[in-house]
């Protein structure tokens, strides 16, 4: 998703990835699940088939671990701020982790086209040798979105188009 910031020093967007469920919601369904396994397991011990409660214990640890993780991936933040003379990127989860500030107008923008017409143009800021991924996480349409505030702003944005002798498997 792209949000725009109140900001004093320029144009402010907020890039995160879409969220279909909040924490409380995956949790929520997770106790349901556990408790259809639950019953389901309780029934079959008491057919006798007792080894199905352990399988239903491992299967629910496995449920909890992927969601929780990718619950955590969801939650991941960049903070772009393009300014008069600076671009300042900041990453991050639930606080700041990394930032960068570049010189804005010897940054450029790199959008690789993808291979596959599903798939999101991969986004990477670019001065001298240093090279920022941006917004890896966005779909389709917010990297498209992106790409168009970028270049309202003055960004120069550098296209790439795949090579045609790429196959289908990459």
Not at 135 to 164: A, C, Y
């Amino acid at each position: 998703m792209v949000e725009h910031l109140n900001s004093q020093d320029g144009v402010r967007l907020l890039l995160t990835p879409n969220r279909s469920l909040s924490w409380r919601g995956n949790v929520q369904i997770w106790l349901a699940l556990l408790a259809l396994s639950a019953l389901i397991a309780t029934g079959m011990a008491l057919a006798g088939a007792w080894v199905i409660v352990p399988f239903a214990g491992l299967e629910l640890a496995a449920l909890a671990a992927g969601i929780y993780l990718t619950s955590r991936a969801c939650q991941r933040r960049e903070v772009l701020t393009i300014g008069e003379c600076n671009i300042h990127l900041e990453k991050g989860r639930t606080r700041k982790l990394t930032e960068w500030t570049l010189p804005r107008p010897y940054v450029r923008v790199h959008l690789d086209a993808p291979v596959h017409p599903f798939a999101p143009p991969k986004l990477a800021l670019i001065h001298r040798d240093t090279e920022i991924s941006l917004g890896s996480f966005l779909n389709v349409d917010d990297t498209e979105r992106l790409v168009q505030l970028l270049e309202s702003r003055g960004i120069v944005i550098e296209r790439k188009t795949p090579d045609p002798e790429i196959g289908l498997w990459f």
